[in-house]
């Protein structure tokens, strides 16, 4: 490293091929982000559609997309607490539980399904209060409360729900996230809406550091950012509103569930990127020592950690029980590892402090393109369940490997 | 002495574990501008002087004047309130996280409810500037890119943008190679020139030397000696630290 530089630069400076360079550089120094995910998705997409004509189809497309967006949702859920170098192995029952408590309330108590659907996500959060009390303040480590929380909670939604109990959700408006589809032009909206909102936020910041005296990276990384964002959003739009239905009534548009996680990826991005409590969560994880003498609540935002999982996996547990129509003793207990796979294998780090959302989603994509992929060529469950297990172990392995490279393994 | 009211003054400082004597009355000033090193050896007292000051560990006995007032001194906060800052030789700086990030934590700069990073760049690029700073090379690098004299200077650049009017400095050269020393210790200097009043652990005698205004000597718990750097020398220091010299009048 050249330790000799006469003047401060902010790293916004030089061209387009400048700042390719220095991802590229990045990428070499073991700070790779979502990329390998990216190209895992492009790979897989190449390998199944040459091995099964059907896996690039219409229909399999929306499935697709409506399938992974449980994983997305649980695998955003455990970003917060990968964040801070804790893990929640109990988020997808804690799903489980608030959908018990939901049905239970509309069926036994014949509660409307607004006040029950809140109660099931005051349950999710209170949940979180009880796991974050656990571990950051009483010190037991996350896994094991996690595990016992796993275990128990099977136990709860069994005494909730019965032995064997399957029930149907009659909520229209529920059923529809993951089975209704927008209007046409609705889809188109939302992509409008999606990219005037980044076009926004890039035209803000860009004015506010030029306001300040400070120099932006070059415009044309905003053009091509924006760019790559049109035309994926484009094509997605366009061939969702075709017809993709293989029976008579016809089935076209974006599903409901799209906006829906949109929107919540959007707010959980802008919590982590833009607030003081995103900065410090990505402190505690980076360094609690540090976190803490620089006057961070460093249990608070632990805490606060454990509950927006809890919340975020309830959204996901909603999103799992519209797509199956009803809700029984078992939901959840499967989903948590593949949660957690889908953030590793996005780019997210086990050991804390490095992560984004965008990165949760598309490992989550890999993920349900695995699953997808291998059903479709008829590859019996357990095939899939391997593969997603060497995909988590290579994912972790990359993991580790990065942060030696990086230095940083002098800190336990 | 260029000023004749003390930042810091301690009187009679005493703090013992059990039966042990750690501190027996420690009488230890420190000016405004200068670089006062702190020097002894191992087990002398240094770091539970140091932990007093910085209210991780409060004294058993004495008075801590700020200013010449005399102040208490009994949590971190306490001491930042008066503007003691510490930087420990673990410098607890976030790896995943940039200079700037770093530089503003538990400090962060707000508008409108959201992070205001552009001002917080701007402010840590003129600390940076202002100490002279010439090793780091963009103030948007993760700290885990730094190099541990680069991560020393962000440690101490903080404390700049604290407008901090104390900052103790615990053995700031330890694990530093040749060149990398001289740039920290021109830091520490650059610091004392803005006014700053400067504590620094060593180990070193040659940076205290090179770097200090003022040198005071522990030895077995007591304050042996305090002297003006450019009239005192080298085996001096060191036969103070070793206890083969004692000074007249300094208990
Ligand atoms: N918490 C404690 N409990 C008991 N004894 C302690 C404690 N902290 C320090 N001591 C003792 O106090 C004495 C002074 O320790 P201190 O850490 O202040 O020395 P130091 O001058 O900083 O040494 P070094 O140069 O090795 O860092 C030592 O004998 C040490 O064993
Ligand atoms: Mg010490």
């Known amino acids: ?412 | 002495m260029t000023n004749p009211v003390p930042i810091i003054e301690l009187r009679g400082i005493t703090k013992s574990f059990g039966p042990v004597d750690v501190l027996k009355g420690i009488n230890f000033k420190v000016y405004a501008g200068q670089v006062t090193a702190l020097v002894g050896d191992n087990g002398a007292g240094k770091s539970t002087l140091i932990k007093g000051l910085a209210g991780v560990q409060p004294y058993d006995g004495g008075t801590v004047h700020f200013a010449g007032e005399q102040i208490e001194i009994n949590s971190p906060t306490q001491a930042s309130s008066h503007g003691i800052e510490v930087v420990y030789q673990d410098l607890a700086l976030c790896e995943n996280l940039d200079i700037v990030q770093n530089m503003f934590l538990g400090k962060e700069v707000m508008k409108g409810g959201t992070l205001n990073e552009p001002e917080m760049e701007l402010q840590a690029t003129k600390a940076l500037k202002s100490l002279s700073v010439k090793t780091v090379k963009a103030v948007r690098q993760k700290v885990s890119s730094l190099s541990g004299g680069q991560r020393q200077t962000v440690a101490i650049a903080r404390s700049v943008l604290r407008e901090s009017k104390v900052v103790i400095l615990d053995e700031p050269t330890a694990a530093l190679g040749v060149a990398q020393t001289e740039q920290v210790l021109n830091l520490v200097r650059n610091l004392a020139n803005q006014g700053v009043a400067v504590i620094m652990i060593s180990h070193n005698i040659s940076d205290v030397f090179e770097v200090a205004d003022q040198i005071s000597v522990l030895y077995l718990g007591g304050l042996v000696a305090n002297l003006t750097t450019k009239d005192s020398t080298y085996d001096e220091v060191i036969s103070y630290i070793t206890g083969t010299k004692t000074q007249e009048g300094v208990k």
């Open chain 1, 1 to 412: 490293m050249s330790e000799k530089v006469t003047s401060l630069a902010s790293g916004n400076e030089g061209n387009l091929r400048d700042h390719a360079f220095g991802y590229l550089a990045r990428v070499k120094g073991g700070d790779m982000g979502s990329m390998p995910a990216i190209l895992g998705v492009i790979i897989l997409a190449g390998v199944f559609e040459f091995l099964s004509p059907f896996f690039i189809t219409k229909l399999n497309f929306a499935n697709l997309f409506v399938q992974s967006a449980e994983l997305t949702m649980l695998s955003s859920a455990l970003v917060f607490v990968i964040l801070i170098a804790e893990i929640d192995l109990s988020a997808g029952v804690t799903g489980g539980v608030a959908l018990a408590v939901f049905i239970d309330l509309i069926k036994a108590e014949k509660w409307p399904w607004i006040p029950a659907l809140i109660a099931g996500f005051v349950a999710g959060i209170l949940i979180g209060v009880v796991i974050g009390f656990l571990v950051a303040k009483i010190g037991v480590p996350s896994f094991v409360v996690s595990l016992a929380f796993f275990l128990g909670f099977q136990g709860m939604q069994l005494v909730l729900l019965g032995d064997g109990g399957v029930y149907r959700i009659e909520v229209p408006a529920v059923i529809a996230i993951m089975n209704s589809n927008l209007p046409l032009w609705g889809g188109w909206l939302l992509l409008l809406v999606c990219i005037t909102c980044s076009l926004s936020f890039s035209i803000w910041d860009r004015g506010r550091r030029a306001r300040t005296g400070l120099d932006n990276k070059p415009l044309s990384i905003v053009v091509i950012r924006l760019g790559i964002l049109s035309m994926l959003g484009t094509a997605a739009v366009y061939y969702m509103n075709l017809n993709r239905s293989m029976g008579q009534v016809p089935i076209k548009g974006v599903p409901i569930v799209t906006p829906i996680t949109i929107v919540i990826l959007a707010i959980g991005t802008f919590v982590l990127d833009r607030t003081r409590f995103g900065r410090h969560l990505y402190a505690v994880g980076g360094n609690p020592e540090a976190a803490r003498r620089a006057g961070i609540k460093v249990v608070g935002i632990r805490i606060s950690a454990f509950i927006i999982c809890s919340f975020l996996a309830v959204v996901s547990g909603v999103f799992h029980a519209s797509r199956i129509g009803s809700v029984d003793g078992t939901a959840g207990h499967t989903i948590v590892l593949s949660g957690v796979a889908a953030a590793v294998v996005g780019g997210v780090s086990l050991f804390g402090g490095r992560g984004r959302l965008a990165h949760a989603a598309i490992g989550a994509l890999v993920i349900s393109m695995i699953d997808n992929g291998l059903g479709l060529l008829q590859m019996p469950a357990g095939i899939s369940y391997l593969v997603q297990g060497g995909v988590l172990l290579m994912a972790a392995t990359i993991d580790a490997l990065s942060r030696r490279r990086n230095g940083s393994v002098s800190r336990t």
